[in-house]
């Protein structure tokens, strides 16, 4: 009964001490349907029944980091590398737009081939030709005056997920020279710059506490971000956590539940890593709270080349294909899709 009480004061106040945090975490079992019930309750409140589609353009596996749990690190060799021309973003984009997408993120490695001078061309051509559509960019870690260029050509939103908020964590994720504060530096500049901003975490990454996930909500709690991207860790097998255990979708579902009460109005994706590892994790996500699905519109031969981590899903498929049946999915689950841009609710009032 303490720890309902704890789920009602997080879904009143929008806030819980860590000690709290690690309380709920660690006796979920005994909380999860309750939390569900009032996540669900305020995704309604906010949202309805909607849930936002986009379409992600993944448009180049090169990266430069080497982050240990990546499948597309610099160190992996058995990589197949490509890159796509702004020709095909649009491409994609046009595809996209016939299915109804009014969302396109391009999401990359961090690809040092790309100038700012492409990334301003590709963004502006995509504003230029779809007029009515938002441009996400999900580019990794940049300086400010490259956030301020991008975002002058026209970029409306940013992913940058902070991986884990423990400086100690983060440095047991990543290779010497990535750091938090080098991260949680970015997201903050661009908020500054006036981003709808996400912020965000993998589940069951190794080494990671209950502690660490209770300070990930402080941390997104603080920042505020317009969007927040969580799934499973799951290992890809050509990396150094080959051998480490996958993250559940049990304790993803219970992660997003707290997000949803933490920040009750946040774009809050189900994403495609739980539906990995739970045949309808994304069902799932969205009755725990989750508002957004993010289908794959990349050219289909290059799909099982981004490969992130093991066993991806939907790699082999059309984009239309991929369209349809995440409508049935969505459907399926007591919900909608909406063809629209999909803004944070507070980026609609600023209009
Ligand atoms: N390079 C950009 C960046 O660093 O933000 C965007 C691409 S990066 C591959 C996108 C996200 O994939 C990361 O933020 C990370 O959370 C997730 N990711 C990478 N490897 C993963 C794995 N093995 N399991 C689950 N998620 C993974
Ligand atoms: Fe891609 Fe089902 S969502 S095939």
Do not use: W
């Not at 992913?159 to 990535?178: I, M, N, Q």
């Amino acid at each position: 009964e303490e720890l309902k009480e704890l789920v009602s004061k997080l879904y009143s106040t929008h806030h819980l001490e860590k000690g709290e945090y690690v309380s709920l975490i660690e006796n979920r079992d005994a909380v999860r349907d309750y939390l569900f019930e009032l996540s669900r309750s305020v995704r309604e409140k906010y949202y309805g029944k909607d849930v936002y589609i986009r379409g992600l353009i993944e448009f180049t596996d090169y990266c430069k980091n080497d982050c240990y749990y990546c499948g597309i690190r610099c160190s992996n060799k058995q990589a197949e590398r490509y890159r796509l021309s702004k020709e095909q973003i649009l491409d994609c984009c046009k595809t996209g737009y016939e299915l109804g997408f009014r969302t396109f993120v391009l999401q990359g490695g961090e690809d040092p081939y790309y100038s700012d001078d492409m990334i301003c061309d590709i963004v502006c051509s995509i504003k230029r030709d779809f007029p009515d559509c938002a441009v996400t960019l999900s580019i990794g870690e940049k300086s400010e005056e490259s956030y301020r260029r991008y975002f002058e050509s026209g970029a409306d939103r940013y992913l940058l997920r902070h991986e884990t908020a423990d400086y100690e964590h983060y440095s047991k994720l990543h290779p010497p020279g990535l750091s938090a504060k080098h991260r949680q530096d970015c997201l903050r500049t661009l908020k500054k710059i006036g981003y709808q901003t996400g912020a965000g975490f993998m589940v069951g990454s190794p080494y990671q506490t209950a502690e660490n996930l209770a300070d990930d909500m402080l941390f997104l709690e603080e920042l505020k971000p317009e969007m927040v991207g969580i799934g499973p860790f799951i290992p890809h097998h050509a990396t150094p956590f080959a051998d480490k255990p996958q993250g559940t979708a049990e304790l993803t579902l219970f992660m997003l539940g707290l997000v949803r009460l933490a920040l009750p109005d946040v774009l809050l994706p189900a994403t495609t890593a739980i539906g990995t590892i739970h045949p309808t994790g994304r069902e799932l996500a969205l009755k725990a709270g989750a508002n957004v699905v993010m289908p794959n519109l990349s050219p289909t031969d290059v799909r099982k080349k981004y490969l992130l981590y093991d066993n991806k899903i939907c790699t082999g498929d059309e984009s239309a294909q991929c369209r349809m049946c995440l409508q049935k999915r969505v459907e399926d689950a007591g919900y909608r899709i909406v063809e629209s841009r999909g803004d944070h609710a507070s980026f609609n009032e600023r209009k």
